[in-house]
């Protein structure tokens, strides 16, 4: 079975500065899709990035990237230029291509602060 | 709707009662899915939904958990007989298809059981 490890239950930021949440996962499978949710404290799972196994080229959206290193399994998240609104609980998520109507396998959460 | 939606979005029951928990999904997508999220963890999948055909099953803790849905719209997650540890934020999840489409989440009910 698929597991998805986030090894930081909290990390803290200076508003403006770059910080980078860590994602480890296990699989035997070669093509899946990985994901950043962003949980705010009104429980909305909001989706900041998504990234397919089989592209190259890492997933940037905006101040949110990634740097997805698939023989080594890591999919970390970079947020830059830090802003209060990016306090939330951030969810990292596995999803394989193969199987049909397959669920996501969430890693247990990293708290991210910002400090003003 | 423009997003998922989700009722209640708080719910307090006695432990030994009944309680029903609603999603509604985004309109035009054929997939739903369920989740719980105990405090301080990650989300434990419960079940998906195609259509309102549920070909898995597995996550549903125990047979005192089911659901329903009705079409291509609205999902209904039935809780029996509540016991303190069903207490979560249960969370519902739709996605135009299954397999490789985004998943997009509502807000989730908190359950309380007392």
């Known amino acids: 079975a698929q597991t998805v490890t986030q090894s930081q239950p909290e990390m803290s930021v200076q508003e403006a500065e770059t910080v980078t949440l860590s994602c480890t996962y296990d699989?035997?499978?070669?093509?899946?899709?990985l994901f950043w949710y962003k949980q705010p404290p009104s429980r909305q799972m909001i989706l900041v990035i998504r990234q397919e196994a089989y592209k190259q080229q890492n997933a940037t959206e905006n101040r949110f990237s990634v740097n997805f290193q698939k023989a080594a399994k890591s999919f970390s998240l970079k947020i830059s230029d830090s802003q209060l609104g990016d306090a939330a609980m951030y969810f990292c998520?596995?999803?394989?291509?193969?199987?049909?109507?397959?669920?996501?396998?969430f890693g247990a959460g990293t708290r991210l602060t910002v400090k003003p | 709707g423009a997003g998922v939606s989700q009722s209640p979005s708080n719910k307090v029951t006695e432990k030994g009662k009944d309680v029903e928990l609603r999603c509604d999904p985004i309109s035009g997508h054929t997939a739903l899915y369920w989740y719980r999220q105990r405090l301080g963890q990650g989300l434990e999948f419960l079940i998906y939904?195609?259509?309102?055909?549920?070909?898995?099953k597995s996550g549903l803790p125990s047979d005192r958990f089911s659901a329903e849905r009705t079409g291509e719209s609205v999902s209904t997650l039935t809780i029996q007989r509540t016991q303190q540890e069903d207490s979560a934020v249960y969370l519902c999840a739709s996605s135009f298809r299954t397999g490789q489409e985004t998943q997009y989440f509502g807000p989730g009910t908190r359950l309380l059981v007392l």
């Open positions: 939904f195609q259509g309102n055909s549920a070909p898995d």
């Open positions: 998520a596995y999803r394989s291509a193969f199987l049909f109507g397959n669920d996501m396998r």
């Open positions: 699989t035997s499978e070669s093509d899946y899709y």
